[in-house]
């Protein structure tokens, strides 16, 4: 019943910045708490940051300084600017809601994920 679609990912040097979006339709995306997570090939998904309803946010310890996310309920549309991109940040983005509202960071609290968008960042 909920769709997420991302978009925004390509390939870019050490140092640069990409922003990547994530779209959502059906439900009330007001009301979700938005993540995002990623994924190398063989490894598991890895959290990456989350916005609650109220637009709390929080991350993970490895970009938190150099990401941000942010939403504009209106445009049913949550954003992940990635500044200084790194080699290690390469990986499939995804984007995922959970029901809750709230900042969670493990997968399997989150109800819908989009298809994920590619990040590669090379040296």
């Known amino acids: 019943q909920v769709h997420l679609v991302e978009h925004g990912g390509g390939l870019v040097q050490a140092g640069a910045s990409l922003r990547v979006s994530c779209l959502g339709s059906?439900?009330?995306?007001?009301?979700?708490?938005i993540g995002w997570f990623r994924q190398t090939p063989g490894q598991e998904r890895e959290f990456v940051a989350v916005?609650?309803?109220?637009?709390?946010?929080l991350y993970s310890a490895s970009v938190k300084g150099r990401f941000t996310i942010s939403r504009d309920n209106p445009k049913n549309t949550v954003y992940l600017q990635m500044n200084n991109l790194k080699p290690e940040d390469t990986a499939v983005y995804f984007c995922?809601?959970?029901?809750?509202?709230?900042?969670?960071?493990?997968?399997?609290?989150?109800?819908?994920w989009g298809q994920g968008t590619q990040v590669t960042v090379s040296s």
């Open positions: 995922a809601a959970n029901l809750y509202g709230s900042r969670i960071r493990g997968t399997s609290s989150y109800n819908y």
């Open positions: 059906g439900g009330t995306f007001s009301n979700y708490g």
């Open positions: 916005t609650s309803w109220r637009g709390e946010t």
